[in-house]
């Protein structure tokens, strides 16, 4: 099975954050985040009564599972997407299925990347750093154009069952996200 989420996070993964509490409380008040609920083995929450209005959901594809006999059945969003609040103390490594990231300077391929974010994970500060041979420019690893389908942070908001295209942010969660943690968000779609 394929997992598709939307991934939200700060744009800038060392920002000071807020705890995920908080976070959580100002999405819940928001109307993102409904009632908790165990998905996967782990914590998420279904979706709350704006969720679908905060998200641009495009609804282009009806939620079904297969029933008896091979028939499509209409499920409801709220059996299907949950959301999930990740929090760590360290900068993670959030894509999934990736694209072969870019210089910001001058668009060549970063070949060496996986390299660059194992230096990270084994806190080798200045392994981490990309230094391309076009343009000599050095990049962290999410400094680099990873083509929508990355991002790195200690605080992420990931929207489960979700494909690429089908929603959005609205301008009022990305404004509410900035306000909770006092920085900017962006986000991506995690294919797997």
Do not use: Q
């Not at 969003?77 to 900068?91: I, K, M, N, P």
């Not at 295209?165 to 995690?190: C, H, N, R, V």
């Amino acid at each position: 099975m394929a997992d598709h989420k939307l991934v939200l996070h700060p744009r800038d993964p060392e920002a000071p954050l807020p705890p995920v509490e908080v976070l959580r409380g100002g999405l819940i008040a928001l109307g993102l985040l409904g009632p908790e609920v165990e998905r996967f083995g782990d914590s998420h929450h279904a979706p709350g009564p704006r969720f679908a209005a905060l998200l641009g959901l495009r609804g282009g594809r009806p939620a079904t599972r297969l029933g008896a006999g091979g028939a499509r059945e209409p499920v409801d969003l709220a059996d299907v997407v949950s959301v999930e609040l990740l929090a760590s103390d360290e900068v993670a490594f959030l894509g999934g299925d990736v694209a072969t990231p870019r210089c910001p300077g001058c668009g060549a391929e970063v070949d060496d990347w996986g390299e660059r974010v194992s230096a990270l994970y084994d806190g080798d500060d200045a392994g981490s750093v990309h230094t391309c041979a076009g343009c000599g420019r050095a990049s962290r690893p999410w400094e680099l154009d990873w083509d929508g389908t990355n991002g790195f942070g200690r605080l992420a908001v990931a929207v489960w069952h979700v494909r690429d295209g089908e929603a959005a942010p609205s301008d009022e969660l990305a404004g509410a996200l900035a306000k909770l943690t006092a920085t900017p968000w962006t986000s991506f779609f995690y294919r797997m």
